[in-house]
């Protein structure tokens, strides 16, 4: 996944794109949350801190090409430390979360933002505000709304989303061995070899 360049597999003479997909955001504000709900259309109401990366493997149907989005879940590492730039690394797109009831989660975007102009600048910004099956107390709202808890607006993120991949990224294609995407390093060590790598599990 070097330049920006989406990883490309090809499956029974199908071509298949994986982009990587990270998604940002105060703690709280329903990143894990998003996941689950991508990955097992569910809403589990007291989400754990697991401390490890997780992930899914979401395919998206877009213009006859399966498109695979990894998407990736800090998994509550910001609540004790920063992320590390292994997280951020090869993104080509970070979803950027802020809660609508909480002001002080879209006023901290600004920093997610910061991070992702300096680890990984060739990634798509995606702005959502989620919990939107709540009542709204975010003035000046802003970017798609969701509501992991609903499902509402996450198959229209995904599919929007995709479609911007698509056009930023389909210029040069690809081909590697392995669909698997990994992940090094993503807690701690950052930059450093680690034996301690976690692979997509798709
Ligand atoms: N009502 C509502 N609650 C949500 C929604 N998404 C997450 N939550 C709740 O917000 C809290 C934090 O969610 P979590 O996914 O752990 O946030 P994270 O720290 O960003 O991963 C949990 O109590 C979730 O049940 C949503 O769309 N609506
Ligand atoms: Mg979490």
């Known amino acids: 996944m070097e330049n920006g360049t989406p990883e490309s597999l090809s499956l029974e003479g199908k071509e298949q ?11 709280g504000v329903g990143k894990t949350s998003l996941l689950n709900r991508i990955k097992d259309n569910k809403f589990v109401e007291k989400t754990q801190i697991t401390m490890t990366t997780d992930n899914c493997c979401k395919v998206i149907h877009h213009n006859n090409q399966r498109i695979t989005l ?7 590492v910001e609540r004790f430390q920063s992320l ?9 797109a970070a979803i950027l979360i802020y809660d ?10 600004s920093n997610w933002q ?3 102009t300096r680890y990984c600048p060739q990634a798509i ?18 970017g798609c709304k969701v509501s992991a808890c609903t499902g509402a607006g996450v198959d229209d993120l995904l599919n929007q989303l995709t479609a ?16 698997t995407v990994t992940l ?7 930059g450093n070899s680690n034996n301690d790598s976690r692979k997509c599990s798709c």
Do not use: C, M, P
Not at 135 to 142: A, I, L, P, Y
Not at 184 to 190: A, F, G, M, T
């Open 17 to 27: 794109k994986v982009f990587k997909v990270i998604l940002l955001g105060e703690v």
């Open 70 to 76: 990894s998407i990736w879940d800090t998994a509550g």
């Open 84 to 92: 590390t730039r292994s997280y951020y690394r090869d993104a080509h």
């Open 100 to 109: 609508v009831t909480r002001q002080s989660t879209l006023r901290h975007i």
């Open 114 to 116: 910061e991070d992702v």
């Open 125 to 142: 910004q995606v702005l959502v505000g989620n919990k939107i099956d709540l009542k709204s107390t975010v003035e000046d709202s802003q």
């Open 164 to 179: 911007n991949l698509v056009t930023k990224f389909n210029k040069k294609q690809e081909y590697v061995k392995n669909l």
């Open 184 to 190: 090094k390093d993503s807690i701690n060590n950052d």
